[in-house]
């Protein structure tokens, strides 16, 4: 019997009433999105731009409180004219404590408009009681003082033209990723309406009582099993129909169980891809979240360390011609030293903080297919060390290494390298009894007669028997699936070993731990490792 493959007018009408929703939600997500992406990017740009413009115009008050307190207009307008050199400054203008303007320099006449992005910083008399303005006039001023104030006009035009940028990709990527969301929502729906209109009209004839009717569904998937399931029912109704209540319940009971399993490996592949996806959008978003106040904080040590080298000869002057002062708590003597000491910890830490960002992005993020000529096997092991010793948590476990020395460079990707020792050794320590011997051993060997590297890492654990040994590099397949292994650990390292030309071996005896052996080839690999 020939089914129709038209589809009926209420069958078209809830697929497009589906699509209609999701492409709308998705269109209105997206909008959100991009509204929200922008905004935050033009008010990050925005606020970089004032604190820059927040440092120059603190600056620019500390070297014009003598200029301003004499009331020189010349030096005001040359130590102006310095710091107009920067190109995100529009506009500078100067006035003293009675609000006359005694400098004034700007880019274009439109520097000053309303809607311009500017800076005002006061000008007082220092804190300090011997300050230079008191030395040069003979006057004992007051602390904080308003001699004058400044102000900056800031450069805007480089935002405006990143903006612009911004959005034009913005929207090309939100409008491509819609367009793409849509098609995939509609082959789905069409797909899934498809089959599920088949099955239901060729059920509902069976359950009508036409035992001739078949239903036609060319797919091998759960439909395409279900179809031909509840066929091969048909036929069993036509053949006994006095059986058909007990051949039912057993095939129902059957089919469920089989999906049920399925299902079951499935959600479990899927829960582990997505703690791993998870896992890496949680290290990119800990990188950047750590580069901005590192980025700040880097900043301000600069801006220090330029403060304290100007004023540094200053404070020295001072303190020579009227004895040792305090500051900060301690005598100028003792304080300079720590000054120092604490600008230098700052950039120092910083560059530390970056580093440990970069390598943790690197590891994570970092691009997997990338091909290196001098591989230092012995250095990978120790990263893939230091990595388990952070991650095991158990103080108890003795891993002792012997690293060849005159282990030659190889060919090959550094971090899928240390991905599969970083698994070997997670599995050694995870087959370790809780008590008893609780060693792991790592070696690394020149293998010269066939010019190969080796690297062996054996523990004193359980051991694995002979009959699952064939299986262990095999997906899915684990050992501890019941203690929460997902089966991808050393499917993952022999597929990685393999795109490096290498193999690895096992070796095990239960009771007496297991030894796994990794072998690389010196020369060149001919082609990419696993991406």
Not at 187 to 192: E, H, R, T, V, Y
Not at 339 to 360: G, K, M, P, Y
Request: some cysteine.
């Amino acid at each position: 019997m020939k089914l129709s493959r038209w589809t009926t007018w209420s069958e078209y009408s809830f697929r497009a009433q589906l699509f209609l929703i999701l492409t709308l939600l998705t269109a209105i997500v997206t909008i959100i999105f991009t509204f929200s992406l922008i905004s935050y990017e033009r008010h990050s740009y925005q606020q970089q731009l004032r604190l820059d413009g927040q440092i120059l115009a603190t600056f620019l008050t500390r070297e014009l409180q003598l200029p301003l307190y004499a009331e020189n207009s010349e030096e005001v307008a040359r130590v102006s004219s310095s710091i107009f050199t920067y190109k995100s400054i529009n506009a500078i203008r100067v006035r003293n404590g009675k609000g006359q303007i005694m400098a004034e320099i700007s880019r274009s006449p439109s520097a000053w408009n309303a809607g311009a992005l500017s800076v005002i910083e006061a000008v007082t008399t220092s804190n300090i009681s011997f300050s230079p303005e008191a030395q040069l006039l003979g006057e004992t001023l007051p602390p904080g003082k308003l001699i004058g104030t400044v102000e900056l006009s800031l450069n805007t035009l480089t935002i405006t033209e990143q903006m612009q940028h911004f959005i034009k990709l913005a929207t090309i990527v939100a409008v491509s990723f819609w367009i793409t969301i849509s098609a995939i929502c509609f082959l789905i729906l069409k797909q899934m309406t498809q089959t599920i209109s088949l099955l239901l009209e060729g059920i509902g004839k069976i359950a009508g009582g036409d035992l001739d009717s078949r239903i036609m569904v060319a797919n091998s998937a759960e439909t395409g099993r279900a179809a031909a399931t509840i066929n091969t029912l048909a036929e069993t109704l036509q053949l006994r129909e006095e059986e058909n209540h007990r051949l039912q319940l057993e095939m129902v009971n059957s089919l469920r169980l089989e999906l049920d399993e399925e299902k079951t490996r499935h959600m479990a592949k899927l829960i582990q891809t997505n703690r791993m996806t998870s896992l890496g959008l949680l290290v990119s978003s800990m990188a950047h979240e750590i580069n901005n106040p590192n980025g700040t904080m880097r900043l301000a040590g600069e801006y220090l360390a330029k403060v304290w080298k100007d004023a540094e000869p200053l404070l020295e002057e001072t303190a020579r011609d009227e004895g040792n002062f305090s500051l900060g708590g301690l005598q100028f003597s003792q304080a300079k030293e720590e000054i120092f000491n604490a600008i230098d910890s700052i950039s120092r830490s910083s560059t530390r903080i970056e580093r440990v960002v970069q390598n943790l992005r690197s590891y994570s993020l970092g691009d997997r297919s990338e091909l290196r000529h001098d591989v230092d096997l012995n250095r990978v092991a120790n990263s893939a060390l230091a990595i388990v010793r952070a991650h095991s948590q158990q103080s108890d476990v003795n891993i002792a290494k012997t690293l060849d020395s005159e282990l030659p460079l190889i060919c090959g990707n550094p971090f899928q390298l240390e991905q599969v020792i970083t698994n070997l050794l997670l599995n050694a320590v995870q087959s370790l009894p809780p008590t008893g011997s609780r060693r792991v051993f790592i070696t690394t060997v020149w293998q010269k007669h066939d010019r190969t590297v080796s690297l062996e890492v054996r523990n004193e654990g359980h051991g694995i028997p002979a009959e699952h040994l064939p299986f262990l590099c095999e997906p899915f397949f684990s050992t501890r699936i019941n203690l929460g292994g997902s089966g991808l650990g050393l499917y993952i390292a022999n597929y990685i070993v393999t795109g490096h030309q290498g193999r690895m071996e096992f070796s095990s005896r239960p009771g007496a731990g297991t030894t796994v052996t990794i072998y690389l080839p010196i020369k060149s690999p001919e082609t990419s490792p696993a991406t």
